[in-house]
């Protein structure tokens, strides 16, 4: 059989690929009593992952267990995410590997969520059958009856059910999630949705217009986070610079937060991602250079820099985006920053790949990425002439990667001898793990401490050796006159 979902041609759907158990929830819960149980496979990006701990916490609420082993769960949820190819193309797999699941185990049904729910809900339900409900944002708040009356139902067949509603969805209190993540970092949604017009994304299409979640909601979950154990805030939405542009007769704005956080007991480390590169006001500058506890670290996707590419993505100039990064870096000198770029975007000529990897080095990103343009469905981009082929994408991918790889080892071998703060994140192999202010969690580099450290301390650490993306470092620095070295 042959499907198209979101431009996805699925075939061999008794073959699937994937492997749920590797990403789905890793922690047991113990119940005196299971009427229902479920299992999330959590996909996507860090707004998709608190999505995903405010489902489940509002399932236990409910009295649904959850369950780290997906075979023995009454219900499977795959949490989707749908932005580009690579994450739809993920997100169908892990679905189909669930309905393997759901022909030889106790498991009764699948419930389908997340973007790529939102975004094609109709094809799901058509053409995957096995999926017994498919539920957008708007459903959320009902997902437990859902759940129950699958489970019920066994595996009695009958039409999908479909419940997508409204992309712009209110904001709901999401102080009882269930963290996937260890307890000593969160991330914390700030906003959703957006109201920029970039020509390739479609997320405006299915996570809505952009508002700010209101200020006592934040800062009470800021209080419950640090309360269970979280040092370090990750602050995101679509624009998470944005924060505050749409209350109405509130003046404060995400400079006013940090400082609000930052009065919080036991939070230690605050970092911005997904900053777009507009609303810089000064008082914001002022916040990241002025307030220690904000690291010195700004996500800021920029995408390109070449002007004839960055007016059809429809994206703020070069010479804005120039000025406001040396503007960043006069104000903050130990400013450390990560971008993210797409190559192969339509009509992108050599010329201006060239000016792209020219700016990569000679600005000298401490952390990038970059990643082939993506067609997305319903895009101004998709319907562009002088569309890039494939392998001329990739390379231009490849030769943009090699340089940011270079740069980064040239960074991490200028730290030895240094001393950081380091956050442990986990124990491997006798020996903590962690990462330095300048790195974000799941995307950046790690640093292996040669002691064995409890995760969730902040401790300082020499660098004794570095490689292409890690650090070596003793967590047993010498005092002189005071000072670390």
């Known amino acids: 059989m042959m499907a198209f979902i979101g431009g996805l041609c699925i075939q061999g759907r008794d073959r699937a690929s994937s492997s749920l158990s590797s990403r789905s929830v890793r922690r047991s819960v113990e119940v005196t009593e299971k009427p229902v149980s479920v299992s999330l496979v959590p996909l996507g990006c860090p707004k998709n992952t608190v999505d995903a701990e405010v489902m489940l916490g509002d399932l236990e609420q409910q009295g649904i267990s959850v369950l780290d082993d997906e075979s023995s769960a009454d219900v499977i949820i795959v949490n989707t995410c749908g932005f580009i190819e690579d994450a739809k193309r993920e997100s169908i797999e892990a679905i189909l590997a669930a309905a393997e699941l759901k022909q030889g185990s106790t498991t009764k049904g699948i419930v389908v969520t997340g973007c790529l729910a939102q975004r094609y809900a109709s094809q799901l339900a058509e053409e995957l059958p096995e999926v017994d409900a498919v539920v957008g944002f708007e459903g959320y708040k009902s997902l437990g009856e859902k759940v129950r009356k699958i489970a019920l139902n066994g595996k009695k067949k009958s039409r999908s059910t479909v419940e997508v509603g409204k992309a712009t969805v209110p904001f709901r209190p999401e102080w009882g999630r269930r963290r996937l993540a260890p307890r000593h970092t969160a991330y914390m949604r700030v906003a959703e949705g957006c109201d920029h017009a970039c020509s390739f994304c479609a997320i405006p299409s299915f996570r809505g217009k952009f508002r700010s979640k209101p200020w006592d909601q934040v800062v009470e979950e800021a209080r419950l986070l640090a309360a269970k154990g979280a040092v370090e805030l990750n602050l995101i939405a679509e624009d998470t610079n944005q924060y505050g542009i749409d209350f109405k007769e509130d003046n404060r704005r995400l400079s006013d937060l940090l400082y609000e956080l930052a009065d919080i007991e036991g939070i230690q480390w605050i970092r911005l991602l997904y900053c777009y590169p507009s609303y810089f006001t000064d008082e914001l500058i002022d916040a990241i250079a002025n307030i220690d506890k904000v690291v010195k670290y700004i996500d800021i996707p920029l995408q390109h820099i070449s002007d004839p590419v960055l007016k059809r993505m429809n994206r703020p100039g070069a010479k804005h985006t120039k000025r406001l990064l040396n503007r960043l870096r006069d104000r903050i000198p130990e400013v450390e920053f990560r971008s993210t770029f797409i190559t192969g975007f339509p009509g992108e000529t050599q010329r201006d790949h060239e000016e792209l990897v020219n700016f990569v080095k000679d600005f ?75 790195d974000a969690p799941e995307i950046d580099c790690i640093v292996h401490l040669l002691q064995d450290i409890p995760p969730g301390l902040v401790v300082k650490a020499r660098v004794v050796e570095s490689d292409l993306f890690d650090l070596l470092a003793d967590a047993n620095p010498q005092v002189v006159n005071g000072d670390y070295v």
């Open 364 to 438: 000298r990103f401490h952390r990038g990425g970059f990643f082939t343009y993506s067609e997305e469905d319903g895009t101004p981009a998709a319907v562009l002439d002088r569309q890039i082929p494939e392998e001329i994408k990739t390379a231009r991918r490849d030769e943009l990667t090699s340089i940011q790889q270079d740069i980064q080892a040239e960074f991490a071998e200028e730290k030895i001898g240094k001393v950081i703060d380091v956050l442990v994140d986990r124990i491997e192999d006798g020996r903590a793990v962690g990462r330095a202010r300048f």
